[in-house]
Structures are given as structure tokens and as C-alpha cells.
């Protein structure tokens, strides 16, 4: 069996190594389990001694099994993917259901980081995009037959830049949460004019922008990827969860403008959008979990 080390242990412990670093526990000519001093060869080089002595080399040789079998952390690191979209939709629907004036129906999910109760969602927020930065790494060493382009990878860890960075940037006050604050008879009055905008929601906004344009656009590149695999049904979902995303953001959008079609649903469209990307993203991760429980995965 081939070792592909990802560290040199063998050179900690004063051994030499081959440049081409192929190594392999049988002769290749010989077809024999070697048990001297020949106990790792290299199929590239000189069938010379590459250990001496059997105890350093077993130990090497397990050193060697632990640093270039990386699947059990590959397989971590994906499984972070499949577990971010129902943490992070499970908590903000909590916290929402706890906060006093807040309309699922109505408002957005960044309202609930506004205000000294907002500290909940705003590590809602750096939870599930730290997550989707590990999930990110898994997805870059699985195959690409069942990942995509690598791309998708990139734009998954840049929607995990954008969710922390709407985590430590508050958006400013949308709609009418957080609701008006009763005036000195008790009265609400009118509605108060809208709020001058700060730097911090601004750059909410901005950490939005891989959120909502990347992960569309992954989720279309994956499906192309898989267009030119002959896998119809991953590209059919793919293609659909991205133009659902796109769609559902649009919709998002107007329910804040002054039209009165869609007013007063902008948080239903946001979590359509977010169940969309998310769960996409959740789909991918358990395809790549599928391909690395395959014997054979390059």
C-alpha cells in the first residue's frame, strides 16, 4: 500500500528519505513483506535501506499511516457542513420565539442581533460561519466528481467570512423591529423617521454579499460540474436550489420597498432563501461524506 505522507517523521527520527516520496512496506520486485532493514523501500529509488532497525520503523511507519490518512478528518470537517444549516436555523428560530416584538413573518434574521439581547444570534452568527470555514476545508479534498468545480469550496468558505462577519457587525434597524419605545404618557405615537445608517450596518450588508450572490453561484457551478458528469438529478437540485435563492432574495427585497405585494413577509422569504443555500449546502456535504466511504476516493 502507498504512503503519502503529508509530514516527513521519518527525517525527525534521522532517517533518509527519497525525494519522490512514494513509500511502500513490500518490495515491489521481490512481491515480500520486508522484515529487515529494508522494512520501507521506495518503488521510485534503489531498493537500499530507507530504515534501520525494526523498531524505529514500525514506529515511523505508524507515524506515517496517522499523518497521511486524512480521511477521519476530512470526514470531520465535512460533517461540520451537515450539521451548520439546522444549528443555525434551529437557533434563530428560538431566539426569535423568545424576543419580545419580533415577527418571524416579518422581520429579518439580522434583527435579532440588535440591542443587548442580540448577543445570542450574533454567535448564532460566528458559529455557523466558523463551521462552514472547516466545511470548507473538508470540501476542497474531496472529489470533485461529487463536490464540483473548486470554486465551490471557495465561495463556502467565503459565505463562513460574510456569517461572521454579519455576527460582529449589527445591522441597523429594519422595518419595525426593534419595536417603538412607548413615549412618557404611554403612548407609541407615530412611527419614528428611519434611522440614519452607521458603519457597522453597513458593513453587515457588505458581509452579506458572499451569503446571498456566493452561494447561489456555487450551487450553480455545481451544477454545471455535474451537467458535464452526466449526473442529472444533483445538477437538476443544484440548479434549482440557486435560482430559489435568488428568487426568494428578490422577493426579500421588495417586501422592504414600497410596494404592498409582499409587505410584511420579508422574513418568510429570507428563510425560504436561507433554507435554500443552506440546505444545499447541508445536501452537498452528505454527498461528499458518500464519496469518502467509497474505497476508492481520489
Known amino acids: 500500500m502507498r504512503l503519502r505522507p503529508s509530514w516527513c517523521w521519518i527525517q525527525l527520527l534521522g532517517a533518509h528519505l527519497p525525494d519522490c516520496g512514494y513509500l511502500q512496506r513490500?518490495?515491489?520486485?521481490?512481491?515480500?513483506?520486508?522484515?529487515?532493514?529494508?522494512d520501507v523501500t521506495c518503488r521510485h529509488c534503489p531498493a537500499e535501506p530507507v530504515l534501520g532497525g525494526t523498531v524505529p520503523s514500525r514506529l515511523s511507519l505508524w507515524l506515517m499511516r496517522m499523518t497521511s490518512d486524512k480521511r477521519p478528518t476530512i470526514r470531520t470537517e465535512v460533517g461540520c457542513g451537515v450539521l451548520a444549516a439546522p444549528m443555525f436555523i434551529t437557533a434563530f428560530t428560538a431566539i426569535g420565539a423568545n424576543r419580545p416584538g419580533y415577527d418571524w413573518r416579518r422581520d429579518p434574521v439580522s434583527s435579532l442581533g440588535i440591542g443587548e439581547q442580540g448577543w445570542p444570534q450574533r454567535a448564532n452568527f460566528g458559529l455557523a460561519g466558523v463551521l462552514y470555514l472547516l466545511a470548507a476545508l473538508g470540501l476542497r479534498q474531496c472529489p470533485r466528481r461529487?463536490?464540483?468545480?473548486?470554486?465551490?469550496?471557495?465561495?463556502?468558505?467565503?459565505?463562513?467570512?460574510?456569517?461572521?462577519?454579519?455576527?460582529?457587525?449589527?445591522?441597523?434597524?429594519?422595518?419595525?423591529?426593534?419595536?417603538?419605545?412607548?413615549?412618557?404618557?404611554?403612548?407609541e405615537g407615530s412611527i419614528p423617521p428611519e434611522p440614519a445608517r452607521t458603519r457597522a450596518g453597513r458593513l453587515h450588508n457588505l458581509s452579506a454579499i458572499p451569503i446571498f450572490a456566493g452561494l447561489p453561484v456555487a450551487a450553480l457551478a455545481s451544477a454545471f460540474g455535474a451537467v458535464r458528469h452526466g449526473n442529472v438529478r444533483w445538477a437538476s437540485y443544484s440548479a434549482c436550489s440557486g435560482v430559489g435563492m435568488v428568487a426568494s432574495f428578490v422577493a426579500f427585497g421588495a417586501a422592504f420597498g414600497p410596494g404592498q405585494l409582499v409587505t410584511g413577509r420579508g422574513g418568510v422569504f429570507q428563510r425560504i432563501c436561507v433554507a435554500c443555500g443552506f440546505g444545499w449546502i447541508t445536501v452537498l456535504s452528505l454527498r461528499a461524506l458518500s464519496a469518502l466511504r467509497r474505497p476508492e476516493s481520489d
Open 26 to 38: 513490500k518490495d515491489p520486485e521481490l512481491g515480500e513483506r520486508a522484515t529487515s532493514k529494508t
Open 146 to 187: 461529487s463536490v464540483g468545480p473548486r470554486a465551490v469550496p471557495a465561495l463556502v468558505a467565503a459565505a463562513g467570512v460574510g456569517l461572521i462577519g454579519s455576527g460582529l457587525f449589527v445591522t441597523d434597524p429594519v422595518g419595525e423591529f426593534p419595536p417603538v419605545v412607548p413615549g412618557e404618557d404611554g403612548a
